[in-house]
């Protein structure tokens, strides 16, 4: 089994971009192909309210709000999933999420995504479109 992938980010003030690409691949015996699966990501953010992504140690933390109404963080992602080769039929996956997080303290983030999927696998396909809250107490 092999893993490859590449991984960056780039943080200006208030503005990020971050994305990820990976590929596996298996051998397989008994003359049966190699099997190849790969998958990633894209992702943009904006600290409307000013502030900035803290990085440290290999990780992003959430920002610390910089006004007493919190901080406000628009988000854009694209993902994409295959998982069909070599005659196994493990599905293709892509969506696009938009997404806010409003920051209320160092510990306290309220989170809403709108999600619009599209997967296919052996035949199948479903497309939802999904929305989803979040309140995250960490610490």
Known sequence: MQRRGIEALWINGPW???????????????????YRGYGGYASAS?????????????NVGNPKPGH???????LLRRDHLDLDD???AGGRARSWT?????YLGPNLKFQGNYVR??????????DPHLLSLRAQLHF
């Open 68 to 74: 007493r109404h919190g901080a406000v963080e628009l």
């Open 117 to 126: 999927a599209d997967a296919r696998r052996a035949g199948s396909h479903v």
């Open 46 to 58: 904006w600290l409307v309210t000013g502030e900035s992504r803290p990085y440290s140690a290999g």
């Open 86 to 88: 070599a005659g196994i």
């Open 16 to 34: 990020s971009l971050q994305g990820e690409y990976q590929q596996q691949t298996a051998r397989r015996g008994s003359g049966l192909p190699d």
């Open 98 to 102: 938009l997404g806010a997080n409003w």
